[in-house]
């Protein structure tokens, strides 16, 4: 692996310049080279959408707002959050929005794109599918 190179996933950025520089490799991966991309790291409330991730972007400028969720408004949920995860996935909408804007709005088209996220972090990393759930049977167990 050269050198600079992530080797580990990266579940929760510990601030935005771990962000800008998992994005820098992602980048040059996914060749998003002219792109102009800002990455936020915020609470739902400067959120658009609701969910963990979203990105605004602007094709003829090559341009976007990525906007992660910061971890503690995440909350309880049986999908673990991924920060490294989900800026890959906004990163694809970016990407697939070259072909067609109201292709890339729709739901069969964030779906595919989650699963080649996922496809992806797998090939980059390693990682198994079942490391992204968060299912956990302590609490049904009162014994
Ligand atoms: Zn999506």
């Known amino acids: 692996m050269k050198e600079g190179t992530m080797d580990k996933l990266i579940w929760e950025f510990k601030d935005i310049n771990e962000a800008k520089e998992c994005f820098k490799e992602w980048k040059e991966i996914l060749e998003?080279?002219?792109w102009i991309i800002k990455i936020q790291i915020v609470p739902p409330e400067d959120m658009q959408l609701?969910?963990?991730g979203e990105s605004?972007?602007?094709i003829t400028n090559k341009c976007a707002i990525i906007r992660l969720l910061e971890p503690h408004h995440y909350g309880d949920r049986i999908v673990k959050q991924?920060?490294?995860e989900t800026l890959v996935h906004e990163l694809l909408h970016c990407k697939f929005g070259i072909v067609d804007m109201e292709t890339e709005k729709s739901i069969s088209c964030h779906l595919l794109i989650e699963e080649m996220a996922r496809a992806l972090i797998k090939a980059?990393?390693?990682t198994p599918l079942e490391e992204f759930d968060n299912i956990t049977y302590e609490e049904d167990n009162h014994e």
Request: some cysteine; aromatic content about 20%; hydrophobic content about 5%.
């Open 32 to 34: 998003l080279g002219y």
């Open 50 to 52: 609701e969910g963990s």
């Open 56 to 58: 605004e972007y602007q």
């Open 82 to 84: 991924c920060h490294e």
């Open 124 to 126: 980059k990393y390693g």
